[in-house]
């Protein structure tokens, strides 16, 4: 857990990871993402806590300029996609939610806390950092930001300023 977290510049590890929609189990690939435009990945700890909660819900109200943006959005955490699901139509989320459940994208990415929330007992090791990524067309990352303190989002203002730099 103790790999280095990825940097502008360098290729995005490709990954395959499943989603609970009510169609059914899907499976997102990034490399199949990327044929339609950038992909903004926004690893989270985990559904149903305030934060996060505050985050996606938010990321949702701006689904439409970050279409605009031509860029595919993908929430990323270490819950199961049944959970993921129903946070999701509780809080209403329209994000694209990603089962990291074993964690194996979470340490590719350089992410992961060698212990969550030990201060109140839990120490849960590989829970992503709160952290984003725009990876560009070709799996190059052009923005990285991750944060050891699960309460500080994302620079959502950069974020764009990079996606609209792509188009």
């Known amino acids: 857990m103790s790999q280095k977290t990825l940097t502008i510049g360098q290729s995005a590890p490709d990954f395959t990871l499943s989603s609970k929609t009510a169609e059914g189990p899907k499976h997102f690939a990034l490399s ?5 435009g ?10 149903f806590t305030g934060v ?8 949702t109200s701006e689904l439409n300029a970050y279409a605009a943006l031509n860029a595919t959005v993908f929430g990323i955490s ?6 993921q699901e129903a946070w999701a139509a509780k809080e209403k989320i329209n994000v694209t939610l990603l089962s ?38 070709a799996g190059v990352i ?5 944060s050891d303190n699960p309460k500080q989002l994302p620079n959502f203002e950069k974020i764009k300023a990079c996606l609209a730099s792509l188009k």
């Open 142 to 146: 052009q923005y990285a930001e991750s």
């Open 100 to 137: 990291d459940y074993e964690h194996q994208v979470t340490e590719a990415y350089g992410i992961a806390y060698e212990s969550f929330l030990p201060e109140v007992g839990l120490g849960m090791k590989g829970v992503p950092k709160r952290s984003a990524f725009v990876i560009d067309r």
């Open 52 to 59: 996060c909660t505050e985050e996606m819900c938010s990321v």
């Open 32 to 36: 199949e993402a990327l044929k339609k």
């Open 78 to 83: 270490g819950d199961n996609p049944f959970a």
């Open 38 to 47: 950038p992909a903004l990945l926004l690893f989270f700890p985990m559904a």
